[in-house]
């Protein structure tokens, strides 16, 4: 199992990872910027539990980022 993080208050909202990993990703209409689907928040941090069968893309999200917004922890 690996853990994917989230820093959502720095996401800049460019949709990269959406357009990766859209089962794991998705754009909120209300402020613009990326939610990680099936994630626990604390303290801004969103974290959720990945397969192994989702780290491919959920890696190439992570390179993508601008920002920079995205761990995965192995």
């Given at each position: 199992?690996?853990?994917?993080?989230?820093?959502?208050n720095r996401c800049i909202g460019c949709n990269a990872c959406v357009e990766i990993a859209y089962n794991r990703w998705r754009m909120s209409k209300k402020d613009g910027k990326?939610?990680?689907l099936g994630a626990i928040?604390?303290?801004?941090?969103?974290?959720v539990q990945l397969n192994e069968d989702e780290l491919p893309e959920n890696e190439q999200a992570l390179e993508a980022c601008p920002v920079k917004v995205i761990q995965i922890v192995r």
């Amino acid at each position: 199992m690996f853990k994917l993080i989230h820093y959502r208050n720095r996401c800049i909202g460019c949709n990269a990872c959406v357009e990766i990993a859209y089962n794991r990703w998705r754009m909120s209409k209300k402020d613009g910027k990326a939610v990680l689907l099936g994630a626990i928040e604390k303290k801004g941090i969103y974290q959720v539990q990945l397969n192994e069968d989702e780290l491919p893309e959920n890696e190439q999200a992570l390179e993508a980022c601008p920002v920079k917004v995205i761990q995965i922890v192995r």
